[in-house]
């Protein structure tokens, strides 16, 4: 065991692309679930994001493509979800599981011939001067542009959440869909469009896995980071920065139970795989005394009657 | 411009029917599939349900119809009582995967002896296994209000992982030569969940779910437990006035849940399976759902829907050997059945009108 080969700048820069995927789809998760709609199908739209993100970008050489791909993979079955709960008004819960056993299967099948295949890289942005500032630079400025527009979505997502119209009538439909549909919002509009936006962030977050992450294709890669993303937007009570601390906390785990791993500690590997599991559930122990931040209408379905 | 109307009470003749054309629907769709992947949709879908019933193998074929039906119904059964009551059990592969270990870990403690109360025993062990793993997600939604469903399914990760250390270690065969897995359940005879007639596919994990469906329709009808069940997922209010502890109801449909899936974990490892390895697992807790939802959340259903879905995965083998088609492609049949079924539940609670226009 030798714990003085962990590099603990090269620790908190692969923290951050760790965290990366579990905070594209929690971000959009979190607007989801702000519409007043439960979407488990996550870990389901992360997969199918992660197969057709990598398709593409082995396909066209390029991995910007591949993402777009992702986002579209990732909102068209999402697509799924809305017939299913938004049209046929099924249970939310159940539609969800529906999506990510079909999600995991249809995933497998696609990616048959994909694997083993290395994807396009995409190279990390290097930017003058900043990223050249010993330690702070490594750490903060030297990754790819994917990793950037994580952040930046999180800040979009909550400045339009807190400050723009459109997202008063998004918390107004989760909050209470009768009262919004009186007001005359189109509620079931409102989200569907959330659950497609929710969709393409989680199929970008899947991708981020296969092209960046890993990178490779092997089923079932995603191995439960979209449940995890489930339970960071309890964990950030809807809050979307909460949500980025949140992300890197559980980066941070992952990524020191692997550097664990390889420095030989005397705990038996598996244990320490189990870890970032173990710590999700007491997290959500320590978090869910509190329930008042929750949507009001999360999860109910919504349907006029005239 | 059609409109839904809200039916004052579910259709009863559209909650039989709802299955049946879910099933149509999917075998529609799901041969539109194999077509794509350039299979003849015709023979595909001809060999997943014809071919083990009534086949020029069926001798073969018809028993493992009980082998893989049986943990897919014990399962379903559990799950659904939970569900029925709003009660989310996702993690059963998880408490399916502890049974076994339980299970076998209990008859390997006695090996090399040979006695009568060993598989009983096992059996306890497996469903305690099971119990244990459920009620983590019980204890911790009561106590502390957090949600089961991630909860319950943060295990399946964390059980996936103890099933990888006991097969590489506590439970690891000493004259295994170094492979991971434990000692052959098979070749233990007081540990073996042996067929109990020969070549008919019937072992305990049968019996057991048999008795399960039935224990589970009397409860259900004739039980105020099961009263209270069915009142708290059709109407919460009416529940909280009738007096129904919720409490006691999670830890109950939990508890039960999963000791049923740790009897069918162990009830596969000691039998079907044999062995304890990294690779144990199939998915039966998760396509069980399936089953739950195929069957309506219905005893009787659920019989019959486990029994559907054992033919696909049989019927879905043949077909991989016989057609080369993938074994993804057969996950994403059931997965489509689940579509449907959510999809034309909608006709059960409404009713499709064409709008009259009306001057309000």
């Known amino acids: ?306 | 411009m059609i409109v839904l109307e809200k039916r004052p009470q579910p259709s009863k003749a559209w909650s039989y029917a709802t299955p049946l054309v879910a099933v149509l629907a999917t075998m529609v769709f799901g041969g539109i599939l194999f077509a794509i992947l350039g299979k003849n949709p015709i023979e595909a879908i001809g060999t997943i349900f014809w071919e083990p019933l009534f086949g020029e193998f069926a001798f073969y074929y018809r028993p493992q119809l009980l082998v893989k039906g049986a943990p897919l119904v014990l399962i379903a059964i559990g799950l659904s009582l939970g569900f029925r009551a709003g009660i989310w059990n996702i993690g059963a592969e998880g408490q399916y995967i502890m049974g076994a270990i339980f299970g076998a870990g209990a008859g390997l403690a006695f090996y090399p002896l040979e006695a009568w109360y060993i598989f009983p025993v096992m059996v306890i062990a497996g469903a305690f296994g099971g119990w244990l793993w459920a009620i983590i997600p019980a204890f911790l939604k009561v106590r502390f209000g957090t949600n089961e469903i991630l909860v319950s399914l943060m295990l399946v990760y964390v059980a996936e992982q103890m099933l990888a250390s006991v097969s590489l270690g506590l439970l690891k065969n000493p004259e295994g030569f170094g492979f991971p897995g434990s000692r052959n359940l098979q070749q233990y005879d007081s540990a073996h969940n042996a067929e109990l007639i020969a070549g008919s596919g019937m072992h305990w994990g049968v019996v057991t779910a048999l008795i399960a469906v039935i224990f589970a329709y009397v409860l259900l009808n004739r039980h105020m437990l099961g009263f209270h069940i069915r009142l708290t997922g059709e109407a919460p209010r009416a529940a909280k006035f009738a007096g129904v502890n919720p409490a006691r109801l999670i830890l109950f449909c939990l508890g039960l849940s999963g000791a049923l899936a740790g009897l069918a974990g162990m009830f596969e490892v000691s039998g079907p399976s044999g062995v304890v390895s990294i690779d144990f697992n199939v998915g039966y807790g998760f396509t069980a759902i399936i089953v739950a939802f195929l069957g309506r959340l219905h005893p009787v259903g659920i019989l019959l829907a486990g029994g559907l879905m054992a033919l696909t995965y049989i019927g879905g083998e043949i077909a991989q050997s016989q057609l080369g088609l993938p074994a993804a492609a057969i996950q994403v049949f059931q997965g489509m059945l689940l579509f449907f079924l959510l999809a034309f539940d909608l006709l059960t609670n409404y009713r499709i009108r064409a709008a009259h226009s009306e001057v309000a």
């Open chain 1, 1 to 306: 065991m030798d714990l003085g080969e962990i590099n603990p700048i090269l620790l908190v820069a692969s923290l951050m692309v760790a965290a990366t995927p579990l905070l594209l789809a929690a971000i959009g998760e979190l607007v989801v679930e702000k519409a007043g709609v439960l979407n488990l199908g996550v870990e389901g739209m992360m997969i199918v994001g992660a197969i057709s993100g990598f398709a593409i970008s082995v396909e066209t050489g390029s991995p910007w493509l591949g993402f777009i791909a992702a986002a579209v993979g990732g909102a068209v079955l999402s697509l799924l979800f809305v017939l299913l709960t938004q049209v046929a008004l099924a249970n939310q819960v159940a539609s969800g599981l529906a999506l990510t056993l079909f999600g995991l299967g249809f995933s497998a099948l696609m990616g048959q011939s994909y694997v083993g295949v290395k994807p396009p890289s995409m190279g990390d942005i290097h930017i003058p001067v900043i990223s050249d500032i010993p330690v702070i630079g490594p750490i903060l400025f030297q990754h790819d542009p994917i990793l950037y527009v994580g952040i930046a979505l999180t800040a979009a997502v909550w400045a339009t959440l807190k400050y723009t119209r459109i997202g008063l009538i998004l918390r107004a439909v989760g909050e209470n869909h009768d009262a919004a549909h009186a007001l005359g919002y189109k509620v079931i509009k409102i989200r569907i469009m959330a659950i497609l936006f929710g969709g393409a962030c989680a199929g970008l977050g899947g991708a981020y896995i296969s092209l960046i992450r890993v990178p490779q294709w092997t089923e079932g890669m995603t191995a439960g980071v979209g449940w995890i993303a489930l339970a960071l937007v309890v964990f950030a009570s809807w809050k979307p920065w909460r949500a980025l601390l949140g992300a890197y906390l559980f980066g941070g785990i992952t990524v020191l139970q692997l550097n664990l791993q390889a420095a030989g500690v005397a705990i038996p590997v598996e244990y320490l795989a189990m870890s970032p599991y173990i710590i999700t559930i007491l997290v959500l122990v320590i978090l869910s005394a509190d329930k008042s931040s929750a949507p009001a209408a999360l999860g109910r379905t919504f349907h006029a009657s005239h």
